[in-house]
């Protein structure tokens, strides 16, 4: 008896926080806070209810295997067991009291949109069935491009780098209230995007075309556009990775990178697009598991350094939004301390989210031992989960965290939604190089085409292979395409194969991926180029391409800055005159031969 009165109380009190969030008076996380707004007060007192267990539990965002809540499949339940010690999503919640849940493909969450809703509202259900109810932020990393974790039939937008290409901050705000429209639907309330980082390095291996470029101030205008488009969805965005991982050359899923930046250097390359997201009231900001010794001379990466994380970012910039880690899961951030430091070493630098540690049992009880222990005061967590319920009343979750199937069907993947996908991607194509007038491509000159290339995996399992895309679109366009995969390193029998299916073609399309001086993609090129006909190179990844295939006789060349189908098809429909090409380079293109000197310097790109 004493039990239901008790929560009656507390759901009296969450609907108390529900009314004030539906009265507008709601602190914006990312500017100024004014800690005695009534909002404020009634979190507080929610706050004040919930036992310490609870309230460590807020702290953290995890995964979870399974399409369903409460009924995974039992190859999802064995995972959970193994990895977490609980079945299903509601024994998580359960047990753990977690704030979040993040969504992958590879744990399963994410097959078709009405799964995904009925994920999101079964998460939701058990989240308000706990003692203290209270909704979950949902998560997931849907930065388009080359990192996306709902597939098509969503509307599936060009990546960072594309919409650099593109230069359009109208495209860039258009393409993130599409993509946050659709997650809302689906229930997804809180996106890891956009990339804020400046990609000055071009041999960056984790971040590359995740940027919209390598110049700070373009890159802080496509942030604050997407920050405001995101805004118009009520969806939380989040700015990553601070303080910029744009100039390393070591993955921080698999090392500790440093970044050797001065501190000028920083404030000039790095900060402009995180304040620019700042002042455009950015939800959320992630850290970065990097070392950056002229901003913190400890050496401990930004992930659990106070003097970055308060210091800067909280002091400097004047950001009292939510920070959330990166995974800590990654190397990164486990190098140089085991994982029962990590979180709390995070939290004292001013973290507010922990998300998906290895093991989540080890980190939330290491967590609550701080706690208890006093190492972590009761008072500095509940600042934390603070800026952690303003953002979920600010996105409305007390009020109705729950989505409906009629608005999956009504919002996701609609023909307005793709129409525009469509038109942004052909923006963003950029023409580097162009011998001769082969185009536009003439049905009536060039008909017959093979299409040839690497075949990444789809980044959200749905799309591709690209050369079958790639002949699909030149069909529709009343072409006869051919698709013949030959991957990211051919084999002189793969090239022999090329090459004798080239012959009686009027030109053949290569898909590139990552050219190196030592490919043999390049011999690819170079052999299909000897037979006369005419190639047009495609760099399906990175634009740097280019550089490692001057020599090799081919008749254009283009960037896409994806293998996404939507990118594809719009390449496609530029090489065939059916779109103009228009972007221009978001980053330069260094000779292979002389990297200090630039073959095309950023914002080239030719048009015909």
């Known amino acids: 008896m004493h039990h239901r009165t008790s929560r009656r109380t507390l759901l009296a009190a969450t609907a108390a926080t529900a009314a004030a969030a539906a009265t ?83 744990a399963h969450n994410t097959r078709d949109p009405h799964q995904i809703a009925d994920l999101s509202n079964g998460i939701q259900r058990a989240a308000l069935a706990q003692p203290t109810p209270l909704p979950l932020l949902i998560s997931t990393d849907q930065e388009h491009g080359i990192v996306c974790r709902v597939g098509e039939p969503a509307t599936l937008m060009p990546g960072a780098m594309a919409l650099g290409a593109g230069g359009s901050r109208s495209d860039a705000r258009t393409a993130a209230r599409i993509a946050g429209a659709e997650l809302a639907a689906l229930g997804i309330n809180q996106n890891y995007a956009p990339d804020a980082d400046v990609n000055v390095n071009p041999a960056n291996p984790v971040i590359g075309v995740r940027s919209f470029g390598s110049d700070p101030q373009s890159v802080a205008g496509l942030v604050a556009a997407q920050v405001k488009g995101y805004q118009s969805a009520q969806v939380a965005s989040t700015a990553k990775h601070f303080p910029g991982h744009g100039d390393t050359s070591t993955d921080s899923h698999t090392g500790l990178p440093s970044i050797q930046h001065t501190r000028e250097q920083w404030a000039e390359l790095d900060a402009p697009p995180f304040r620019a997201a700042v002042a455009a009231g950015i939800d959320s900001i992630m850290t970065a598991h990097i070392v950056v010794p002229a901003l ?51 939290l004292q630098a001013g973290v507010d989210q922990l998300l998906n540690p290895p093991d989540l049992s080890v980190a939330w009880n290491a967590v609550l031992a701080a706690v208890k222990s006093g190492e972590i005061s009761e008072a500095r967590i509940e600042e934390s989960i603070l800026r952690i319920l303003r953002l979920k009343s600010k996105l409305g979750l007390f009020r109705d965290p729950y989505v409906t199937r009629r608005g999956v069907d009504r919002t996701v993947g609609a023909k307005e939604h793709l129409a525009a996908a469509d038109r942004i991607a052909e923006r963003t194509t950029t023409l580097l190089a162009h011998t001769g007038a082969l185009l536009p491509l003439s049905r009536r ?57 080239a012959a009686g073609k009027d030109a053949v399309v290569v898909g590139t991926y990552g050219v190196t001086a030592t490919s043999s993609q390049r011999t690819l090129v170079a052999a ?81």
């Open 445 to 501: 000159t060039h008909r017959n085409v093979l299409v040839v290339g690497a075949d990444p995996a789809s980044p959200s399992g749905t799309t591709g292979p690209p050369t079958t895309t790639l002949a699909g679109a030149f069909e529709e366009l009343g072409f006869r395409a051919t698709a013949l995969p030959t991957g990211t390193a051919p084999s002189p029998a793969t090239i022999e194969a090329a090459v004798a299916a």
């Open 24 to 106: 507008g008076v709601v602190a914006v996380p990312g500017t100024a806070q004014a800690s005695g707004t009534s909002t404020d007060s009634r979190l507080k007192r929610l706050i004040a209810r919930m036992s310490l267990e609870e309230k460590v539990g807020q702290l953290f965002v995890m995964r979870v295997y399974g399409h369903s809540a409460t009924a995974p499949d039992q190859v999802d339940i064995d995972a959970n067991l193994d990895e977490i010690g609980v079945r299903t999503a509601a024994e998580l919640i359960a047990r753990y009291h977690v704030g979040g849940i993040i969504y992958f493909t590879w």
């Open 528 to 608: 299909l180029a000897a037979t006369g006909v005419p190639v047009i190179c495609l760099a399906i990844r990175n634009p740097y391409d280019i550089a490692h295939l001057t020599g090799t006789g081919y008749a254009a060349s283009l960037a896409t800055y994806s293998w996404t189908d939507v990118e594809l098809r719009a390449a496609v429909r530029v090489i065939a005159g059916r779109a103009r090409p228009k972007g221009r380079l978001p980053v330069p293109v260094r000779r292979a031969d002389a990297p200090e000197q630039t073959l095309y310097p950023v914002g080239f790109g030719l048009s015909y």
């Open 296 to 346: 913190d001379p400890s050496e401990d990466p930004a992930t659990l350094s106070r003097p970055i994380l308060t210091g800067i970012l909280r002091e400097e910039l004047g950001y009292d939004g939510v920070v959330v880690t990166d995974s800590l899961g990654m190397e990164g951030v486990r190098t140089k301390y085991g994982d029962e430091r990590v979180p709390v070493l995070a």
